[in-house]
């Protein structure tokens, strides 16, 4: 017994009659017949009443009848959400991300890819740059909004660049620095600078000390905490100045970001597994890709 064999069963049971579930079906009369002996055969009771004129269904027959109905319904729906996933339209996508550089846009992208893709259960987890590299290739994520690893190759997974986000100070409001349209590298030799720790963002901070290198001296590090929330709260605290990408301080901020020259940039990228590109992953990836183009994503 198949799903052939039951939608040909249906048919002759909605339709009490051979001819016309023939008919509709577009089969051979004979092979209704026969799909229905061997249904009554394997369950071992008459499924129908047959006379010269008419078909009438047994109590087990109106039994069939409801639970085919059922059953085929459940296999259509089955049917469509295999094409669903296929296509990205359902699934789950498990982003992992680090939190103040999505900030300006991540809301504004997630609301968006949930109107276009409602049945797709999404799973969001903040973590540090290097702790969203390590969840993608083990699998434990989808794919991340994260800073680059030069490992990230022979981790398996692929990357595009969202931006090339610019680094400058950020200083109290009431610093001499907060007055200043730009900043040399060269000013922050005698400060007391607050730099995320490299063991949670690698691509920040040698970013950081490479632009200290390049303008002559060593940096004097006071603190180097494994959050950029923490970077700025020491900021707030009198306790430095910090070195940061532009995404990080929000306009409403009592901090003020000022630009250093000449220009250093980190990038924010986007990783993914690439040997298991998932559906999800491909629609959420399109869709930053269209943000990019039309600058979307660095729009508030």
């Known amino acids: 017994m198949d799903l052939r064999h039951i939608r040909y069963f249906q048919a002759v049971a909605e339709e009490?009659?051979?001819?016309?579930?023939?008919?509709?079906?577009?089969?051979?009369?004979?092979?209704?017949s026969r799909a229905v002996k061997e249904i009554e055969t394997t369950l071992g009771v008459p499924l129908l009443d047959r006379s010269r004129h008419h078909v009438r269904l047994?109590?087990?027959?109106a039994t069939l009848l409801h639970e085919a109905g059922v059953l085929l319904e459940r296999w259509e729906e089955a049917l469509r959400r295999v094409r669903r996933t296929a296509s990205g339209e359902e699934g789950e996508l498990r982003l992992g991300y680090i939190g103040p550089p999505t900030a300006p846009f991540l809301g504004r992208l997630l609301h968006e890819y949930r109107q276009r893709y409602p049945l797709?259960?999404?799973?969001?987890?903040?973590?540090?740059?290097?702790?969203?590299?390590?969840?993608?290739?083990?699998?434990?994520?989808?794919?991340?909004?994260?800073?680059p690893v030069l490992s990230h190759e022979a981790l398996g997974l692929k990357t595009i660049v969202l931006r090339e986000e610019p680094l400058g100070v950020v200083v109290p409001g009431?610093?001499?620095?907060?007055?200043?349209?730009s900043l040399p590298w060269s000013k922050l030799e005698r400060e007391s600078l607050i730099v995320l720790a490299r063991r949670e963002g690698m691509g920040l901070h040698d970013a950081v000390l490479a632009g200290c290198r390049q303008?002559?001296?060593?940096?004097k590090l006071a603190h180097t905490p494994s959050l950029i929330g923490t970077v700025l709260s020491y900021v707030e605290a009198?306790?430095?100045?910090?070195?940061?990408t532009?995404?990080?301080v929000s306009p409403a901020s009592v901090l003020k970001f000022v630009p250093l020259t000449p220009e250093v940039t980190v990038p924010l990228v986007f990783a993914w597994p690439e040997r298991e590109d998932a559906p999800p992953v491909q629609r959420f990836r399109e869709l930053l890709l269209e943000w990019r183009k039309s600058k979307s994503l660095w729009r508030g």
């Open 215 to 219: 303008a002559g001296f060593l940096p």
């Open 16 to 32: 009490r009659s051979y001819s016309r579930a023939a008919k509709r079906l577009r089969v051979a009369q004979p092979a209704l």
């Open 58 to 61: 047994t109590p087990a027959g």
């Open 246 to 248: 532009d995404s990080v």
């Open 174 to 181: 009431e610093h001499t620095f907060a007055q200043r349209r």
């Open 238 to 244: 009198g306790a430095g100045i910090g070195v940061v």
């Open 120 to 147: 797709v259960s999404l799973h969001l987890e903040e973590r540090t740059p290097e702790r969203v590299w390590e969840m993608v290739s083990k699998g434990r994520l989808s794919a991340g909004l994260t800073r």
